[in-house]
């Protein structure tokens, strides 16, 4: 009798029998792929880390250090920050300059760093996160922003505190309603809202 494909025993792994055709090309093309992906991966890497044909030299001074740089003259100062400085403190939102989470200081005023070309700041003093304090010596705002409990996820916080440094300097700390006036361009999706005002009331006494 023969029995069902469901009953009938495996193969005897000792046979000499040679193995479905189908599943050897299968394993010899999987092994392939890792072997490739890699020796691709590093060939686009490297193609897009070559310096474009219509390069130009800009120099930033961020954070108090002069870096010259060959760009593609379309490079937002948001992509120059993170991509040639490593400067990542400065975050990519919403590309589109109406989150704020790319909130850098130029010459002293905020800016929106994905909305403006790094070509146009050549030789100005620019002013990233990592330009407002350090670990054992933070901003005042900083360390206001951490007593107030002014983040969650923190991803918005570096433009926040950089936006909200100039509004300080700015002197729109009168009211409650002008600082979230003045500070509506920076979005908050966890909605800490109130704890950031409080931060901002809190750092601009102080520096009074």
């Not at 299968?26 to 070559?50: D, H, M, N, Q, Y």
């Not at 961020?62 to 120059?80: E, M």
Request: aromatic share 4%.
């Amino acid at each position: 009798m023969t029995l069902p494909p469901c009953y009938q025993p495996p193969p005897d792994e000792n046979t000499d029998e040679p193995e479905d055709p189908s599943r050897r090309e299968f394993l010899i093309g999987s092994a392939a792929a890792v072997i490739v992906a890699p020796i691709l991966a590093g060939a686009a890497e490297t193609a897009v880390k070559a310096e474009p044909e219509n390069a130009v030299n800009v120099t930033l001074k961020v954070n108090g250090k002069t870096r010259t740089l060959k760009l593609d003259p379309r490079t937002t100062l948001l992509d120059a920050l993170r991509e040639q400085l490593d400067l990542t403190g400065t975050k990519k939102g919403c590309d589109q300059g109406a989150c704020g989470a790319c909130t850098v200081m130029i010459d002293g005023r905020r800016m929106n760093s994905c909305l403006t070309l790094a070509v146009m700041h050549d030789g100005k003093e620019i002013t990233t996160i990592e330009g407002m304090g350090s670990e054992s010596a933070l901003h005042p705002l900083q360390a206001a922003f951490i007593r107030n409990d002014g983040f969650q996820c923190g991803y918005c916080t570096p433009g926040q505190i950089c936006s909200a440094i100039a509004l300080i300097r700015e002197g729109h700390t009168k009211s409650d309603e002008e600082i979230r006036e003045w500070m509506s361009g920076n979005i908050c999706r966890c909605g800490a809202y109130t704890n950031i005002v409080a931060a901002i009331k809190e750092a601009a006494r102080a520096s009074v």
